[in-house]
């Protein structure tokens, strides 16, 4: 009796696996391998494929694989090829059969998958099993795709969080998780190894180092370095161009470099990296602070250090004007006199450091941040009301308060010439 129950109990399974074949084939459910899970669509649930969900561990500290390994290396090692998606209604039944919203989570870029639609092998939208589908149903793409963003959009993909239920167009070289559809009888792939290659990383992370190192920069310059610069109209295109370097910059990497390779993690640490341009800003315009000043030019003499020097051999009572040649607004420079020469009116510099012969006048007036008595000369006028007013015109004539020739007249009364 037991040897016949048991024989009756195998019957029976063996039965009821018969009429669950029956019942698949009816329904048009395919036998899936092992990685792949069968998802079922349409009114009868007459339409089914096997696909799977594939994240591969990545080379650069990040999981995932751009499209040409997901279709050439990964989904073929797995018997199958990039998902083909033909209608709205197998789309819908890949992405909830794979659990999609919970299995491809995260923003863009990382969270999204690829599918087997690409435009790098002939320009346009085709499917690597189906090229003749020119994109499949265009009810498949979201509102306002594809559209190319920067230029580096060539390949599909899902992105639950990003887009929703849809596709969209993406860089190909993203590394993301890949959907598979396992390859039925006399499906192969027509896509063509290297058609939408990696793209190269190490020139990415320089662009990203250098726009942030030149977006700091910069910013610490406008910040440190334009008060060193004495001429008005120097000052104003300098700031025109540091605005724009910040404007031009920003935008880039925000706009282009983040959002289509900021996936590698490289992209952003060598971007903070790039933060050093702001300290350089700030060394940089302490150098300028220092030359402006003349400091390390030794005792002063011989004009060496690059210095402009001004050779003053002028005997007589007045010496009317000593500027720095080829300086915007005068520069760092030595002024040198003879015996007997008379003062010294005006000496326009940044910097300046006078030496003279027994006998050379007084300095009644410098624009200079620092000035220099070297020995033989005479002492600083101690007369400060004519130099204050010299300055104030000085100042006034460089900020376009007044025009050369009110300069000129004014300075002229000024100084009883």
Excluded at 86 to 102: C, H, K, N, P
Excluded at 235 to 251: P, V
Aim: aromatic residues 8%; hydrophobic residues 40%.
């Amino acid at each position: 009796g037991g040897v016949s129950s048991r024989l009756s109990c195998t019957r029976a399974m063996r039965r009821n696996a018969l009429l669950f074949v029956a019942l698949a084939a009816v329904r048009g459910e395919h036998q899936c391998g092992s990685q792949y899970t069968n998802v079922t669509w349409g009114s009868d649930w007459s339409e089914s494929t096997c696909v799977g969900l594939f994240a591969p561990k990545a080379r650069h500290m990040y999981s995932g694989a751009g499209f040409d390994n997901c279709e050439t290396e990964i989904c073929q090692a797995a018997g199958g090829y990039l998902a083909y998606i033909e209608s709205r209604e197998e789309f819908d039944a890949i992405y909830s059969g794979l659990g999609l919203v919970e299995n491809v989570a995260g923003a863009w870029p990382q969270g999204c998958a690829f599918v087997g639609l690409e435009r790098c092998s002939s320009g346009d939208w085709e499917w690597t099993t189906a090229s003749d589908a020119e994109g499949g149903n265009s009810e498949l793409w979201a509102d306002g795709e594809p559209n190319d963003w920067a230029g580096s959009e060539d390949c599909a993909m899902i992105c639950p969080e990003h887009i929703g239920e849809f596709l969209n167009d993406g860089p190909c070289h993203n590394p993301i998780q890949c959907i598979c559809e396992e390859a039925g009888e006399g499906v192969t792939s027509s896509y063509k190894s290297g058609a939408c290659p990696d793209t190269n990383w190490g020139a990415m992370i320089f662009v990203s180092f250098l726009l942030s190192f030149v977006w700091c920069f910069s910013a610490g310059f406008c910040c440190t370095g334009l008060k060193q610069v004495q001429d008005k109209k120097t000052k104003d295109y300098l700031t025109i161009i540091i605005i724009i370097l910040l404007m031009i910059t920003a935008g880039l990497w925000h706009g282009v470099i983040n959002p289509i390779w900021g996936i590698n993690p490289n992209i952003v640490l060598v971007g903070l990296i790039g933060w050093s341009g702001g300290p350089c800003a700030c060394v940089f315009a302490n150098y300028l602070e220092q030359l402006g000043r003349g400091d390390g030019d030794g005792d002063g003499g011989g004009g060496g250090g690059g210095d402009d020097v001004a050779q003053v051999a002028h005997i007589g009572p007045v010496i009317a004007e000593a500027t720095a040649p080829n300086v915007p607004g005068g520069g760092v420079f030595e002024m040198r006199t003879s015996a007997g020469a008379g003062p010294l009116v005006h000496a326009e510099a940044t910097a300046l450091t006078v030496h003279g012969g027994e006998g050379t006048g007084p300095l009644v007036e410098a624009t200079a941040l620092t000035v220099g008595v070297g020995e033989g000369a005479a002492e600083w006028n101690k007369e400060k009301s004519l130099t204050e007013k010299l300055r104030e015109l000085q100042r006034a004539r460089n900020e376009g308060l007044i025009s050369e020739e009110e300069h000129a007249k004014s300075r002229a009364a000024l100084l009883g010439l």
